[in-house]
């Protein structure tokens, strides 16, 4: 069982950045973050696979950036010129050959 904790959310002016963190409890091969805004499907972000590959959702590239900590057990989001449509609960996502993990998520909301 991995456990996944999520943190770095929070208010932030439309333009601005913020930094989410989500440290494992054990190894995941890939690791990665979704998002769920009020009344939407929760959607891919950003995903960061053991080899090193990223995909990103096309609303975020060159504003997101993924990168893992291997160390630590801990990816990171560094979201830059955020957008109000980027508000949302970002939960973390962590899978192994066995399953996958979720974190329960962090609030992320950008002011206009």
């Known amino acids: 069982q991995v456990q996944l904790v999520e943190s770095g959310g929070g208010l932030v002016q439309a333009g601005g950045s913020l930094r989410l963190s989500c440290t494992a409890s054990g190894r995941a091969l890939s690791m990665g973050w979704f998002r769920q805004a009020p009344g939407k499907e929760r959607e891919l972000v950003a995903v960061?696979?053991?080899?090193?590959?990223?995909n990103y959702a096309d609303s975020v590239k060159g504003r997101f950036t993924i990168s893992r900590d291997n160390a630590k057990n801990t990816v990171y989001l560094q979201m830059n010129n955020l957008k109000s449509e980027d508000t949302a609960v970002y939960h973390c996502?962590?899978?192994?050959?066995?399953?996958?993990?979720w974190g329960p998520g962090t609030q992320v909301t950008v002011s206009s």
């Open positions: 960061l696979r053991s080899g090193g590959s990223t």
């Open positions: 996502h962590g899978a192994t050959y066995l399953s996958t993990y």
